[in-house]
């Protein structure tokens, strides 16, 4: 237990710029240091930015805008809550929230795993290329906008306009929606749905039954415009 | 008797409703869908066609041609960034993408930008690796489809280029049709193979001026602050927008005026948002004048650049650089007579073609089809790009010299004159023969 807290390398951001901070994350490789724990982030934007390496990192605080944004390998803990844009474009890795996140959590991500403890606000997930998201609270309009692939994970309720204009994205919600957006559907819960959320679930530490959500998606109506369809844009 | 009606005395064509106007009632009458075309806008609007350039006299001296130096180089992008873009000609290749431009046309512009020391630009489909191979100094843009976009690309690029709008359609976001997306398109976009893929028309994870300039301070965390950043704006209120970008932290404004191409967008879009260039210049170099910052932040002006007496004019106007995207794809073989005949089975010809979201341009430039692909030498199509843009930089330092300047960028608003009322008071520049710049000079603002 000492030999691995001797190991974790703290970084303060009373004292150390987000420059700073980010320049020694982005030239931390094997032989640097690999555990970190930052502190007083006190919502200060782009935290761990364009990581590119296997780093542990747990943030003791609130973050502002694009914490983890564009990561790749590292797994980052944030005891707090998030701003806008938390995790965008992740490629890899993963990204945990213990508290709430702010609009376009998961925005664009191509991969990873980003795990919301409490609700997300606004667009989460917004154009998302194959990130999975798991979110236990609620998520707020026009989440899953566009969404092209991976999946979101709501365990409370969706917002309006959940899954607007979806193309190949899995959304599975276990309370209420209050209004699906343009040519997203509700779908059956196969076997293969059923396997995939019940290992998001799990992945994400969050304890629920998979038979209790339903699934989401596209209605492929409008992937090849018609103007027949003129009236759903 | 024949249904072919027979122009000729008697017969007057309506200026309102013209064959080019009843042709498109008659074909929405029938389709019932607006009309998607590439290029840019081909309606007439005030351009630099309309401004003279004052050649030295009396008062100032020319410089001798060729053996008096005019520089042409120019820097861009070192107001934050630790590497900024060293070019050699004023003159760059806009952002095209791979997608609606085959991967040979991309490598292409590599290759021609390369050979005269000049950047290309990445488009809304990613970084390919055809075009990072063979461009020096590659542009990559951020845009909100975000289509590609990742880390490793960013780092790999010499800079850049948050897309906010694009002139050919200020407001509106980009559609590739399903005919274009290959295997390799839909990989890239993470998008099924055949279906249209739309591009938003606002980003994703930000809005308004304060979220950019936090969103540009992300881009530099993650490129460790040695690539430049450039904002592109679509001209429509250019002293605001480009306030806003400097405010936001851009070290370059892109600039798109109304006449700027693009690759697939409703023709009424192109023809009907937006300002031309040659009013949206003065209006963004005052923005950086009032805020102190002109050649600071480096303005690079687009929008049916041809020629270099559009070089010449836009630089004299305040502009540090240009951007062309059609003239490029014209220099590269697109609309070349050779192509006659296809042309016209696709219903045009050589010259009028723009279906380029189609994907069936027989010069293989604008298509995803292997076959039409392969018919385009991307080493003689960058050679031809080559020629071009010398040929340009020659005529604009020939314009330069002339009004005895030592680089084209010490051309001014001085040295030009209009030829009609409405450029005067656009380009804020006097009418030839007179002092009068309608709007200024004591007239009514």
Known sequence: ?233 | MTNEPTPGAGMRESALFDRNVIHEIQRKAREGIYDIRGFGAKRKVPHFDDLLLLGASVSRYPLEGYRERCNTAVTLGNRYAKNPIELEIPITIAGMSFGALSAQAKEALGRGATAVGTSTTTGDGGMTEEERGHSEKLVYQLLPSRYGMNPDDLRRADAIEVVIGQGAKPGGGGMLLGQKISDRVAEMRDLPKGIDQRSSCRHPDWTGPDDLEIKIGELREITDWRIPIYVKIAASRPYFDVALAVKSGADVVVLDGMEGGTAATQDVFIEHVGIPILSAIPEAVDSLKDLGMHRKVQLVVSGGIRTGADVAKALALGADAVSIGVAAMIALGDNAPEHQQEYEKLGSGAGYYDDWHEGRDPAGISTQDEELGKRFNAELGGRRLANYLRAMVLETQTLARACGKSDVRNLEPEDLVALTIEAAAMARVPLAGTKWIPGLNGNTE
């Open chain 1, 1 to 233: 237990m000492g030999t691995a807290e001797q190991t974790v390398e703290v970084v303060d951001l009373t004292e150390t710029t987000i420059r700073e901070l980010n320049q020694r994350l982005h030239d931390a490789t094997d032989g640097g240091p690999q555990n970190w724990r930052i502190t007083h982030p006190n919502g200060l934007h782009a935290i761990g930015a364009g990581i590119n390496a296997p780093l542990e990192i747990d943030i003791d605080g609130h973050v502002g805008y694009y914490c983890a944004g564009m990561n790749k390998e590292a797994n980052v803990r944030i005891h707090g809550s998030a701003g806008v844009g938390l995790a965008e474009n992740i490629m890899s890795g993963t990204v945990i929230v213990d508290g709430d996140t702010s609009q376009s959590a998961g925005a664009t991500g191509r991969g990873g795993l980003v795990v919301v403890r409490g609700n997300a606000a606004a667009r989460c997930g917004i154009s998302m290329k194959g990130v999975n998201i798991v979110v236990e609270g609620n998520v707020g309009h026009l989440s899953g906008f566009m969404a092209q692939k991976g999946a979101l994970v709501v365990c409370g309720d969706a917002g309006e306009a959940l899954g607007d204009s979806i193309y190949e994205t899995h959304i599975y919600v276990r309370g209420s929606v209050t209004e699906l957006g343009a040519d997203c559907i509700e779908k059956d819960l196969k076997e293969f749905h059923t396997a995939e959320l019940s290992g998001l679930l799990a992945e994400a530490g969050v304890d629920a039954n998979p038979s209790d959500f339903k699934r989401y998606g596209s209605a492929r109506k409008l992937y090849n415009f018609s103007i027949d369809n003129a009236d759903a844009y």
